[in-house]
């Protein structure tokens, strides 16, 4: 259904790799506040190339996956978890690679792999970030009667969480709970918490006399107070909630869950409604074991209704 492990997709990973590291070259090595905003910009477009790439056409896929599964699903219902667990397995498989791949070839040129730690959890988590987009293209392809009604759909739900993440603008308060359905939201905390921390220091004019006259706390950065505002708590000193980045893991495998569990859900819905329907073959055996009047037109089935008025 989906891209294996083929060399065009090898080489178009590691481009991407490539090009977006030369872009961002050597920001993990700039202390300054200017270094700063570059390495945002790094984790930020790092986390919305693995929100789109894959989302878009897994709404076709999967549409065409599902139409062609009705059919085995009308003949087969006991058929349906195979079906479903198939399909979440090859997903599983072939698309877990890729973020990791990307970053281990991106991140060395950008200068930020300093940490094997942090560069494997920025890489988990842009992990389930994709896994979480292409759940929601799927869903959408499987709900929708058509697919570019599933791309109108995308389109809307996607930006909308890129909209909630908090990088652009502070939510209104009848409109902040959206982040928390959002995955975009949870990748880019969660990278963010990880790769930054309180005690981390940048160059500036006039520092702290605890880390030198030129150097001062990442936290007092004002970026770190535009984020805490908009609900991204990170390098805070004394907030342990800065450091953890647990509940940003079980937010995203939540999400991912209920989002397979909503194809799985659709699916079963169509199985149930197979089965109300007559089978075909039985209505035309029922058809053959009426009894035959013949007349001068010819011979015709009798229904028991007709057969009890001739009585």
């Known amino acids: 259904m989906f891209q294996g492990v083929n060399f065009l997709r090898v080489i178009e990973v590691c481009t991407l790799g490539i090009l977006t590291g030369f872009l961002y070259y050597d920001v993990g090595n700039n202390s300054s506040y200017t270094g700063l905003s570059q390495r945002v910009g790094l984790y930020f477009f790092s986390t919305t190339l693995w929100t789109f790439t894959r989302m878009y056409p897994a709404v076709g896929f999967s549409h065409n996956w599902f139409s062609l599964s009705q059919v085995e699903l009308k003949r087969r219902p006991s058929s349906l978890g195979p079906i479903v667990l ?3 397995l090859v997903v599983l498989g072939l698309e877990s690679l890729w973020p990791m791949v990307y970053v ?55 930006q909308t969480s890129l909209v909630a993440a908090g990088f652009y603008t502070t939510l209104p308060p009848a409109l902040d709970w959206i982040r928390y359905i959002s995955p ?66 079980v937010a995203l495998v939540l999400l991912l869950t ?54």
């Not at 942090?118 to 709900?143: A, H, P, T």
């Not at 004019?205 to 936290?219: D, H, P, Y």
């Open 258 to 311: 209920i989002l397979n569990f909503l194809i799985y859900a659709k699916a079963w819905v169509t199985c149930k409604r197979f089965e109300k329907q007559p089978d075909p073959e039985d209505v035309q055996e029922r058809r053959h074991a009426l009894p035959v009047l013949k007349t001068d037109t010819g011979t015709q089935p009798l229904s028991n209704h007709s057969t009890h008025t001739n009585q």
């Open 184 to 249: 975009f939201y949870w990748t880019f905390r969660g990278i963010l918490k990880s790769c930054f921390k309180w005690n981390d220091t940048l160059e500036c004019i006039k520092g702290s006399s605890e880390v030198g006259a030129n150097q001062c706390f990442l936290e007092y950065h004002p970026a770190i107070d535009q984020y805490k505002e908009r609900g991204l708590h990170v390098a805070t000193y004394n907030d342990a909630s800065s450091d953890s980045i647990s509940l940003e893991f």
């Open 86 to 88: 198939g399909r979440l």
């Open 104 to 158: 281990l070839v991106c991140y060395p040129f950008a200068g930020v792999f300093g940490s094997i730690k942090i560069v494997i959890l920025v890489g988990l988590f842009l992990l389930l970030n994709n896994l979480c987009y292409i759940s929601l293209g799927s869903v959408l392809g499987v709900y929708s009667k058509r697919i570019p009604q599933g791309m109108i759909a995308s389109t809307i739900f996607s």
